[in-house]
Structure formats: structure tokens, C-alpha cells
């Protein structure tokens, strides 16, 4: 006997399907009766698969810019973010392609309008920074000269030569820009029938508000999943993500093309949360894997 499928939400207007052999249909036919159609993508997450339509889909990729991972700035070693940048150049963004998956960079890039009004916390984070007081186990907060909207002044790069850094988090800075590997491969899609998109963001999340100009081009073109991946991990690829959850887009968190320079706890708070209450965990390698078994009905 054939399992039941299941509709899960509001049949006449946005709804997944569920089939226990299959697991969570995320296509959004425009009833549930409507046969498949068009070109599927069974993806694997950590509990049942989902079914997605390439051309109802986006990567987006939170924060990959020289302020968080070139060398040259703040001391930055190796760490997870490169790992996750390697891991997307890798598979997740060559799948991406293959399969005709728009490919959205969200990024920090605050304009001198946006400067006047930031709320206190945002200079609060990237000013103020923690170390141990006197207390047992005990912590303050230390104020840099370093801040939104400061000149962080000439980098060396690996080539030797020096580049003006630009204003911290500003706009059309050196410090804003993709980081260069992930930038050559933005650089390279504008010739493409499917160019990458960037959209700046004045806020951990780039989805806040209701509305930015990330969600009306999202929702222009008819996209309604979010595959997610970027730095950090807990901050603002989560941040973004739950937003883009609650304005009503399916998110999934891609967990291989992420990463954090916060404590183990906070990325496994993030991925049980993203197993249920903010939608599916998958993986760049299930995407990578996903697309190569993609069929069309």
C-alpha cells in the first residue's frame, strides 16, 4: 500500500508535502494535488530529505569578506571560516552552478546614512571586546580605538605590497570586499547566464526589518528556499537565517560551508535548533550529491 501524503501548512496558500518514504516535499506546486514536475533535487539533511526545485532555490552566503577572513587583518589564522570557504569553492558553489541555483552574497556594508542610525549594539560588538577580570572566572569589557566606521589604516598582503583597509564595516571598502578567492569566483559569474548577486547588510542579520532589497529580489524571481552558509556561524548566518525563516522563505543550513571562531557549544546550539525549529541542516557535499542524482518529470 502506498504511504499518505500529507500537506503541512495551508493548502491554499503556502504548504510543504510529506511522504514517509520520501520525506518533506519543498517544490510549491501551486496545489497539492498537482503532479511533479520540472526538475527535482532530493537533498539529505540530518533527519528526513527534502525535494527542491533548482530554480526556486539560492545559496546565500553570509559575510565571506577580508574583515573576517584575510590574515592581514586583526592577526586572523586559519580557522573554520576557511575550511568552510574551501568546502564551498570546493563543492557548494560548483554544484550551485551545475544545477542553475542563484548564488547571493550577503554581506557587511553600512552606508554613511545607515552610520547615523545604527543602534548602540552594533558599535558595542565590534568596539568592545572581553577578558578575564579579577573575578574568578569572572569577565569585563575592554574598549578598543577600533570600531564601525573607523580607519583601520594600510594592510600588508601576502604579495607585499599595501592597501588602504578603508573605514571598519563601511561600504565599498577594502575591508568589505569578498575575500579575494571567493571574489575571482564572483568576478568570473558576471559573464554567466546566472551572474552571482550581492545585496549589503547594517545588521547582524541581512533580513531583518520585513523587507530589504535581498528579500524583494528573492521574492521577485520566485525563490522560496535559502540554502545557508557564511561566518559565524551562531552570529550572523543564524541571525539571517531565522529571519529569513519567520518572513516565510524554507531555510536550510548548509553545516559544512560554515564556520565560527565562537566555542564548540554555540555551533552545536545552532544545529539543533536548524534540525527542527528553524527548518533542515544539510550539507554542501549533500547538495554536491543531490544535484548529481537531480531528475526532471
Known sequence: MASKVSVVGNPKSRFWLFHLDHGFDLTHPSSPDQAPSGRRIKLPTTTMPVTVAPEKKALVIIDMQNIFLSPTMFGKVRGEGHEAEDTLLRTGIPAARNAGIQIVHVTWGISEKELHVLPPIIFRIFRFSETENDEPGGMKEVESDLGVGVDY????????????????????????????PLQQEFDKSQTTALPDVRFHKSRLSGFWGGTTPCIEYLKEKGITTL??????TDQCVLASLQDACNVGFDTILLRDGCGTISPEYATKMVELNCR????????????????KSMETL
Open 153 to 180: 589604516g594600510d594592510v600588508k598582503l601576502p604579495s607585499g605590497s599595501t592597501v588602504s583597509a578603508g573605514r571598519l564595516l563601511m561600504r565599498d571598502q577594502w575591508n568589505t570586499a569578498l575575500h579575494n
Open 227 to 232: 540554502l545557508f552558509a557564511g561566518v559565524n
Open 276 to 291: 527542527k525549529s528553524w527548518v533542515f541542516m544539510s550539507s554542501c557535499y549533500g547538495l554536491e550529491n543531490g544535484v
